[in-house]
């Protein structure tokens, strides 16, 4: 335990409890989010999007839903640039998938984003995971909701990437619908 835990000691987001971030009862009542297109958020099989949503095959690796009281003390937590949480949470989640080796062979990259926090946020967690210089890309963001931008400025790269995918924390607040439901 380091002094600076001990005069700051690290609380539960959701109930206070001291010594966690999120601590063990609290992360499982937050859904993890189910594999779905990036675009149109339909249900899909291994991240990816349809070929009918965008002409860019990008995976996208999502984390969980988040509540509306979750997202204010997440969001009031990236304001304060104290972004332990996230940190966390993307450990987790790397874990959670299983992507390990997809994260040693790809070149790890800010998620583009129009918010200056949250490019903040981005480059901060983009720096926390080591990769090599492969033709991989592997963005890293908060939220999907900057996978426009993302799309945008791929037609700006001058080498096309053998594999484009981006991992993020937060999908939109409900789940993803089956294709044909509405």
């Known amino acids: 335990m380091s ?12 109930c206070s409890r001291i010594g966690y971030d999120i601590c063990p009862k609290c992360i499982v009542k937050i859904s993890h989010s189910l594999p779905s297109c990036c675009i149109c958020n339909n249900l899909n099989n291994d991240y990816h999007t349809h070929t009918y949503c965008s002409t860019t095959d990008i995976q996208c690796f999502t984390g969980w ?9 997440i969001e009031r937590k990236k304001q304060l640039q104290i972004y332990s949480v996230h940190r966390y949470l993307l450990e987790l989640l790397i874990d959670y998938l299983n992507i390990n080796n997809i ?32 033709n991989n ?3 890293i963001g908060e939220s999907t909701k900057d996978i426009d931008v993302l799309r945008k400025k791929k037609r700006l790269l001058l080498q096309k990437p053998l594999h484009l995918q981006v991992l993020v924390l937060f999908t939109q607040i409900g789940p993803p619908h089956r294709e044909g439901e509405e």
């Not at 002094?3 to 700051?8: G, M, P, Q, S, T």
């Not at 490019?119 to 492969?134: T, V, W």
């Open 3 to 14: 002094i600076i835990d001990y005069l700051f000691p690290k609380q539960c987001l959701l």
């Open 65 to 73: 839903y988040l509540t509306k009281e979750v997202k204010q003390k």
């Open 103 to 134: 994260i040693t062979n790809s070149k790890i990259l800010p998620l583009p984003t129009d918010d200056f926090k949250t490019e903040r946020l981005n480059r901060y967690l983009a720096r926390c995971i080591r990769g090599n210089n492969s």
């Open 137 to 139: 890309l592997l963005y």
